[in-house]
């Protein structure tokens, strides 16, 4: 079993920056690649970005390509989404997410956390 906290979310005006960050516990957290999911009411789940194991790997949205940076640190057991310039559009519930590989469908993530509110005002 994995478990997934994420943190960091907020309100923020279009144009700013906020870093979140999905702090992992269970079993060996560089085994497993992480992801960024995002979902709004009435919407399908988006895939955001996502990094592999090492850390060598990672993918990213069309939508976010550019704006959006994943990394994560293994010795914190911690994965980060620093996003930048952020427009109304961005709002959303965000969902970190564990997986042995790396995918950009949702369906191939075994392990989910809760979910933080992003708030762009425009």
């Known amino acids: 079993q994995v478990q997934l906290v994420e943190s960091g979310g907020g309100l923020v005006q279009a144009g700013g920056s906020l870093r979140l960050s999905c702090a992992a516990s269970?079993?060996?957290?560089?085994?497993?690649?992480m992801a960024w999911f995002r979902q709004t009411p009435g919407k399908e789940r988006e895939f955001v970005a996502a990094i592999s194991g090492s850390g060598a790997a990672t993918s990213y949205a069309d939508s976010v390509k550019g704006r959006f940076t994943i990394s994560r640190d293994n010795a914190k057991n911690t994965v980060y989404l620093q996003m930048n310039t952020l427009k109304p559009e961005d709002t959303a519930v965000y969902c970190c997410a564990a997986n042995p590989f790396i995918s950009d469908s949702d369906a191939q993530y075994d392990y989910w956390g809760q979910g933080t509110q992003v708030t762009v005002s425009s």
């Open positions: 269970g079993r060996t957290f560089s085994g497993y690649a």
